[in-house]
């Protein structure tokens, strides 16, 4: 089965750089949502778009951005790259099932590293 | 806010023993609850999930049943296998009425299992 898809898989940028991750939902799925996990940690929710609209916003730095496209696939905009963003980045998609968004699938995530 | 509880560890069990990791939440609505794992390296699989209270979640030899009056989904399995090892996620998702909301987690509990 198809499953979601995460690009670039591994990142090294600078202090001060920017990055965009990209995430191509399951195929039908019209929800995704990004999240981070640092070393160790649990993953933090950091926002989610359902039909191309922001529809819930967790603890996304200011300096990050994030966006849906027509075509469902979203991206991740990180500027100003600071050390403590170095962690995998991970997007799940859902798609509404009776009325309901559940189950959040995710993908295989972009380690990020900040050097 | 909404939170997850569940023990740390690392547990570390011999194979073939009975495995149980406790998670316990808060919610302010009525949240769905859901078990996922995460494999070395890899992104997060769930594992299992349970909607409404009293529903027991089940999948590849593992449970957890949704326990309202205890507010608790503890994770339970008879038999565990080497390949079983993992980090394990218990999250929640409160769902307000169709948006997409971000999912809670857990801090994770290491599971090393021991031939």
């Known amino acids: 089965a198809a499953g979601v898809i995460q690009s670039p898989r591994h990142l090294i940028k600078e202090k001060r750089e920017t990055a965009t991750l990209k995430c191509y939902p399951i195929p039908r799925h019209d929800t995704v949502y990004w999240y981070q996990q640092g070393p160790g940690q649990d993953p933090q929710f950091l926002i989610s778009f359902y039909e191309k609209m922001q529809s819930d916003k967790g603890s996304i730095p200011d300096r990050f951005s994030a966006q849906q496209f027509s075509d469902y696939h979203s991206e991740l905009n990180m500027s100003s790259l600071e050390l403590g963003d170095s962690a995998l980045y991970f997007c799940?998609?859902?798609?509404?099932?009776?009325?309901?968004?559940?189950?959040?699938?995710f993908g295989p995530g972009t380690r990020l590293l900040v050097l | 806010g909404d939170s997850v509880t569940q023990m740390e560890g690392p547990v570390t069990l011999s194979e073939e023993a009975f495995l149980t990791i406790n998670c316990t939440y808060t919610a302010t609505g009525y949240p769905s609850l859901f078990w996922y794992v995460q494999y070395p390296g890899e992104g997060l699989q769930l594992l299992l999930k349970a909607t409404k209270a009293d529903d027991k979640g089940s999948n590849k030899g593992f449970e957890a049943t949704y326990r309202k009056e205890t507010t608790s989904f503890h994770l339970e399995k008879g038999s565990v296998q080497v390949s079983d090892s993992a980090v394990y996620f218990c999250?929640?998702?409160?769902?307000?009425?169709?948006?997409?909301?971000?999912?809670?987690f857990g801090k994770g509990t290491h599971l090393i299992i021991q031939p």
């Open positions: 999250a929640l998702s409160v769902g307000s009425g169709g948006g997409a909301d971000g999912l809670t």
């Open positions: 799940a998609s859902s798609g509404r099932v009776e009325g309901s968004q559940e189950t959040q699938y």
